[in-house]
C-alpha cells in the first residue's frame, strides 16, 4: 500500500506567492528526498536529506526533515511560473536498498 | 551528454500483445529501476536491477518481467499486457548505493486497448 502522503493534493496560487508541502509517513525514514516532475519529464531530484532535524536550500527551495523521522516539508518562496509541475516526496524504505517508494505527488499550478 | 533513454515514448497496443520498453544509460550506473505512474499513486517500482544478471521485484512486480545482459540497458517485457498496465512507465539509473542520486528517463507513455 502507499507508504507515503503527501498534501496537499494539488495547488492553484499566484506568482509570486509562496508554497508549503509536506509528507508523512506511518513508517520511519532515515532519507528524505524531494522530486521535481515538469511536464512531459521524469522527476529530477531537488534536495536529499539525511538527518532528522536537518534544514536544506537550493536556492528558493528549503526542505526540512521532521524530528520523528516520520515525516517532510518543502517549501518555495517567490514562486516563479518555471515552478509548476508535479512535487514528490520519496524515500528508501529501507537503508542502502534500491527500492524506493514515492508519495501521490503535490502538483503546483500559478496564475502568472 | 549523459542521459536515460526510453523506447518508445508512445504506445498504443491490445490485450495480450507480447511487448517490449527498451532502457539504456551511457553512465556506466550499476543500478537501474523501472516505475509506474498513475495519477493519484505516485510512482511505484516494479523491478530493480543492482548489476548485470541481478535483479529483483519491487512493489507492483507482477504482470512484467525484466532481464538485464548488460550493463547499460534494462528492458521492461509485458508478456501479455492487459488494461490495468495502461501508464505511464519510467526507467531510472543510477552510480552507486545511494538511490536518491537516480536518474530518470523521459518516459513511456503506454495504453492497452
Known amino acids: 500500500g502507499q507508504q507515503l502522503n503527501q498534501s496537499p493534493q494539488s495547488m492553484f496560487i499566484q506568482e509570486g506567492e509562496d508554497v508549503s508541502m509536506n509528507c508523512t509517513s506511518s513508517?520511519?525514514?532515515?532519507?528524505w528526498l524531494w522530486y521535481k516532475q515538469d511536464p512531459g519529464e521524469g522527476p529530477v531530484l531537488l534536495i536529499a536529506?539525511?538527518?532528522?532535524?536537518e534544514l536544506t536550500s537550493n536556492g528558493r527551495l528549503t526542505a526540512q526533515f521532521g524530528i520523528t523521522r516520520k515525516d517532510s516539508f518543502l517549501n518555495i518562496s517567490a514562486s516563479i511560473p518555471s515552478d509548476v509541475g508535479i512535487y514528490f516526496c520519496?524515500?528508501?524504505?529501507?537503508?542502502?536498498?534500491?527500492?524506493?517508494?514515492f508519495g501521490q505527488g503535490t502538483r503546483l499550478t500559478i496564475n502568472p | 551528454e549523459a542521459q536515460v533513454t526510453q523506447n518508445p515514448r508512445y504506445l498504443i497496443t491490445v490485450t495480450g500483445k507480447k511487448l517490449t520498453v527498451t532502457c539504456s544509460q551511457n553512465?556506466?550506473?550499476?543500478?537501474m529501476s523501472w516505475y509506474r505512474q498513475d495519477p493519484g499513486l505516485g510512482l511505484r517500482q516494479i523491478y530493480y536491477?543492482?548489476?548485470?544478471?541481478?535483479?529483483d521485484k519491487g512493489d507492483v512486480p507482477e504482470g512484467y518481467k525484466v532481464s538485464r545482459k548488460e550493463k547499460r540497458n534494462f528492458p521492461l517485457i509485458l508478456e501479455s499486457p492487459s488494461p490495468n498496465q495502461t501508464s505511464l512507465y519510467f526507467c531510472?539509473?543510477?552510480?552507486?548505493?545511494?538511490?536518491?542520486?537516480?536518474?530518470f528517463g523521459p518516459g513511456t507513455r503506454l495504453t492497452v486497448l
Open positions: 536529506l539525511y538527518k532528522a532535524g
Open positions: 531510472a539509473s543510477n552510480p552507486g548505493t545511494e538511490v536518491n542520486e537516480q536518474f
Open positions: 520519496a524515500g528508501p524504505l529501507i537503508q542502502g536498498a534500491q527500492k524506493l517508494v
Open positions: 553512465m556506466n550506473h550499476e543500478y
Open positions: 536491477s543492482m548489476n548485470v544478471e541481478v535483479t
Open positions: 513508517s520511519i525514514f532515515n532519507t
